[in-house]
């Protein structure tokens, strides 16, 4: 079975960086979807990056864009999200997600990521 596992969260002032890992396993990491979401209290779950691995496709949620950046390596079969600049507002639950399939959208759904992280606890004071 694909399990996935985060690591790397933690509580940062404002405008600090975090870097979350993802590591996966049961699967070769190529040609899938990646993704991190965050949830946070009373909110549903949202994408905040995502990376197809088939096409070097990436999406950014408009609050993230230029501050997080999605990556990926092999050797290590990791992927990761680099948070620069954190605001109190990316206080959430951080939970990584992955496809093993084609999607008829871009950028997947949330419900189109079949398995997923338990989550890390990313939390920004000010």
């Known amino acids: 079975q694909v399990q996935l596992v985060e690591f790397g969260g933690g509580s940062v002032e404002a405008g600090g960086s975090l870097r979350l890992s993802c590591a996966v396993s049961?699967?070769?990491?190529?040609?899938?979807?990646m993704g991190w979401f965050r949830q946070a209290p009373g909110k549903e779950r949202e994408g905040v990056a995502i990376l197809y691995t088939g096409g070097g496709s990436f999406y950014y949620a408009d609050s993230v864009k230029g501050r997080f950046t999605i990556s990926r390596n092999n050797a290590n079969k990791l992927f990761y999200l680099q948070m620069n600049s954190l605001k109190p507002e990316d206080t959430a639950m951080y939970y990584c997600?992955?496809?093993?399939?084609?999607?008829?959208?871009?950028?997947?759904?949330?419900?189109?990521?079949?398995?997923w992280g338990q989550g890390t606890q990313v939390t920004v004071s000010s």
């Open positions: 997600a992955a496809r093993l399939a084609a999607t008829r959208t871009w950028p997947p759904h949330r419900g189109e990521f079949g398995y």
């Open positions: 049961g699967y070769t990491l190529t040609y899938y979807y």
